[in-house]
């Protein structure tokens, strides 16, 4: 893979723009980092407020993701999920001679799948002698058709997919690295409903362009030759529809090697961070070879949740930065990259999984996947289940001649973590929460002698008459929208249901998520 690290300005941090984690979490508490970053700890505060407050003021399906779900919990088990790989993989290859190039022959993601109405869109990354984005459409989301546009100029022809390409700069007035395309229908302007965030590695920063149907780009002259702000190669962005702004994610450094920062726009053309260097990073619970390639982020249900791509590579430990040293330290080190999962409230403070297994692994040897795999900026809901679509690649990082081609991994909606029960009966409380009527949706499945049943609590934890265990439906099979009711179908007049919480009781089940009724 194309690789480009910008180096700390000296070894020292206090000289450096950039904040590394131990230094940012010993001066947060203060304010300084905040205040370093142009950005108040008030302010701050306020913003982070604001979003809770908007979260809470919707009706959410509660993840088991965010601990602070669960007040109470007896003899049941947090389990973490990973993606399943579809058996059709890999669902789109190398069969177009501008595909193929000697860094990295054939399509992956670094890139986007969007869902239009009843057809998926995809923009995927090649490298042959430059950057160059590939369009493909389809319906069901494994068969794939990669349409003649006749846009650029490739080759002395026009006879291919492409969208963006450093073939053909004039074309668009730019080359996109990592395309983000997000698509944008409440903008007045028609030739702004798609936006193309990547980084230009003619520019050396990331860049904007626009579209009015996700095909014809033009890049923003307004961005200039400056780009959006600074970063290394490495680049994702979504929209934040609740917060109405931009987010980047960004590839930046810290001790331990590459790292992740975040940014933000209201108009995706001015942008800030709310620290100038990482937020996300290899820890102390990780090997020495781990460092963050690249993250991947998209809201969910009141989260964020992130994607890390983790290359199991070591980094040099003193002095200043080299490609040589950066080399020569990871020469022994595996140098696959596999993809974690992790989540935050803020985009700040990131969580990840205790164990820091693989959210998405790469293939067993011989497999098209088996070197690396990176994931798209976010997944599409088909049915009862979210698509994950991935580059892989089938060798490690910095080998030549790496061939690629882009598969499918999916997960059940919902299904990144769940509370288990064995054979033995266990239960849960939940937080107070504010019921309009006596019912919750659950998605959940159990064992054949499995049961999920549940009751109404008071803040107190006494049960609420009328709303025990013995008065609900019990619930047996594997729904991801299945609708606990109680024999009473409704409220007394006179009793507040605006803070009742709900236990689970669970027996050879998974409960994945839940939904008071608002």
């Given at each position: 893979m194309k690789d480009r690290v910008v180096a700390l300005r000296g070894s020292n941090p206090a000289c450096s723009g950039f904040m590394n984690r131990r230094r940012f979490l010993s001066t947060s508490g203060s304010g300084l980092a905040l205040a370093a970053a142009g950005?108040?700890?008030?302010?701050?505060?306020?913003?982070?407020?604001?979003?809770?407050?908007?979260?809470?003021?919707?009706?959410?399906?509660?993840?088991?993701?965010?601990?602070?779900?669960?007040?109470?919990?007896?003899?049941?088990?947090?389990?973490?999920?990973?993606?399943?790989?579809?058996?059709?993989?890999?669902?789109?290859?190398?069969?177009?001679?501008?595909?193929?190039?000697?860094?990295?022959?054939?399509?992956?993601?670094?890139?986007?799948?969007?869902?239009?109405?009843?057809?998926?869109?995809?923009?995927?990354?090649?490298?042959?002698?430059?950057?160059?984005?590939?369009?493909?459409?389809?319906?069901?989301?494994?068969?794939?058709?990669?349409?003649?546009?006749?846009?650029?100029e490739h080759s002395g022809s026009r006879r291919n997919n492409l969208v963006v390409s450093a073939a053909d700069r004039e074309a668009t007035g730019g080359e996109c690295h990592n395309p983000s395309v997000i698509h944008c229908p409440w903008?007045?302007?028609?030739?702004?409903?798609?936006?193309?965030?990547?980084?230009?590695?003619?520019?050396?920063?990331?860049?904007?362009?626009?579209?009015?149907?996700?095909?014809?780009w033009r890049y923003a002259p307004d961005a200039g030759k400056e780009g959006l702000f600074r970063s290394s190669d490495v680049v994702n962005f979504f929209r934040d529809h609740e917060r109405e702004r931009f987010v980047a994610t960004w590839k930046t450094k810290n001790r331990r090697g590459r790292a992740v920062g975040v940014a933000w726009s209201e108009d995706g053309i001015h942008w800030s961070k709310p620290v100038d260097g990482p937020v996300f990073g290899a820890d102390d619970l990780d090997p020495d070879p781990t460092q963050i390639y690249g993250m991947p982020a998209?809201?969910?249900?009141?989260?964020?949740?992130?994607?890390?791509?983790?290359?199991?590579?070591?980094?040099?430990?003193?002095?200043?930065?080299?490609?040589?040293?950066?080399?020569?330290a990871q020469r022994d080190s595996p140098r696959h990259i596999d993809v974690q999962l992790a989540w935050s409230w803020d985009l700040v403070n990131w969580t990840r999984t205790p164990e820091r297994k693989p959210f998405?692994?790469?293939?067993?040897?011989?497999?098209?996947?088996?070197?690396?795999?990176f994931t798209a900026r976010?997944?599409?809901?088909?049915?009862?289940?979210?698509?994950?679509?991935?580059?892989?690649?089938?060798?490690?990082?910095?080998?030549?001649?790496?061939?690629?081609?882009?598969?499918?991994?999916?997960?059940?909606?919902?299904?990144?973590?769940?509370?288990?029960?064995?054979?033995?009966?266990?239960?849960?409380?939940?937080?107070?929460e504010?019921?309009?009527?006596?019912?919750?949706?659950?998605?959940?499945?159990?064992?054949?002698?499995?049961?999920?049943?549940?009751?109404?609590?008071?803040?107190?934890?006494?049960?609420?008459?009328?709303?025990?265990?013995?008065?609900?439906?019990?619930?047996?099979?594997d729904a991801i929208n299945h609708e606990l009711k109680w024999r009473k179908g409704g409220f007394p007049d006179a009793m507040d249901s605006s803070d009742l919480k709900i236990r689970f009781w669970l027996k050879d089940a998974e409960l994945f998520s839940y939904q008071a009724s608002r």
């Amino acid at each position: 893979m194309k690789d480009r690290v910008v180096a700390l300005r000296g070894s020292n941090p206090a000289c450096s723009g950039f904040m590394n984690r131990r230094r940012f979490l010993s001066t947060s508490g203060s304010g300084l980092a905040l205040a370093a970053a142009g950005l108040s700890a008030a302010g701050f505060r306020t913003s982070v407020a604001e979003a809770a407050t908007a979260s809470s003021a919707s009706a959410r399906r509660r993840l088991f993701l965010d601990a602070s779900v669960v007040e109470e919990k007896e003899g049941l088990t947090r389990r973490f999920h990973a993606l399943q790989k579809h058996p059709a993989n890999p669902v789109l290859i190398a069969d177009r001679p501008w595909e193929t190039g000697k860094a990295v022959s054939g399509p992956y993601l670094y890139g986007t799948v969007l869902k239009e109405g009843d057809r998926l869109r995809m923009w995927y990354q090649l490298i042959n002698r430059g950057n160059h984005i590939g369009y493909a459409e389809s319906d069901d989301g494994v068969h794939w058709n990669k349409p003649e546009l006749g846009l650029i100029e490739h080759s002395g022809s026009r006879r291919n997919n492409l969208v963006v390409s450093a073939a053909d700069r004039e074309a668009t007035g730019g080359e996109c690295h990592n395309p983000s395309v997000i698509h944008c229908p409440w903008q007045p302007d028609p030739d702004r409903r798609y936006a193309l965030f990547g980084f230009d590695t003619g520019v050396g920063r990331p860049r904007v362009a626009f579209s009015a149907d996700g095909l014809r780009w033009r890049y923003a002259p307004d961005a200039g030759k400056e780009g959006l702000f600074r970063s290394s190669d490495v680049v994702n962005f979504f929209r934040d529809h609740e917060r109405e702004r931009f987010v980047a994610t960004w590839k930046t450094k810290n001790r331990r090697g590459r790292a992740v920062g975040v940014a933000w726009s209201e108009d995706g053309i001015h942008w800030s961070k709310p620290v100038d260097g990482p937020v996300f990073g290899a820890d102390d619970l990780d090997p020495d070879p781990t460092q963050i390639y690249g993250m991947p982020a998209f809201p969910y249900e009141g989260l964020y949740l992130g994607q890390p791509w983790i290359y199991h590579a070591r980094y040099f430990k003193d002095g200043p930065y080299s490609v040589a040293k950066m080399h020569e330290a990871q020469r022994d080190s595996p140098r696959h990259i596999d993809v974690q999962l992790a989540w935050s409230w803020d985009l700040v403070n990131w969580t990840r999984t205790p164990e820091r297994k693989p959210f998405l692994s790469c293939g067993p040897e011989g497999a098209f996947d088996d070197g690396m795999v990176f994931t798209a900026r976010a997944p599409v809901r088909m049915g009862d289940r979210l698509f994950f679509y991935y580059g892989g690649c089938d060798k490690p990082h910095d080998e030549k001649r790496v061939k690629a081609a882009i598969g499918l991994a999916t997960l059940r909606v919902d299904g990144f973590c769940s509370m288990s029960a064995g054979a033995d009966e266990g239960w849960l409380i939940t937080r107070r929460e504010s019921l309009r009527q006596p019912r919750v949706t659950i998605n959940a499945r159990t064992g054949n002698d499995g049961h999920i049943a549940a009751e109404l609590l008071d803040r107190d934890n006494r049960v609420v008459p009328g709303f025990s265990r013995k008065e609900c439906a019990v619930f047996q099979g594997d729904a991801i929208n299945h609708e606990l009711k109680w024999r009473k179908g409704g409220f007394p007049d006179a009793m507040d249901s605006s803070d009742l919480k709900i236990r689970f009781w669970l027996k050879d089940a998974e409960l994945f998520s839940y939904q008071a009724s608002r």
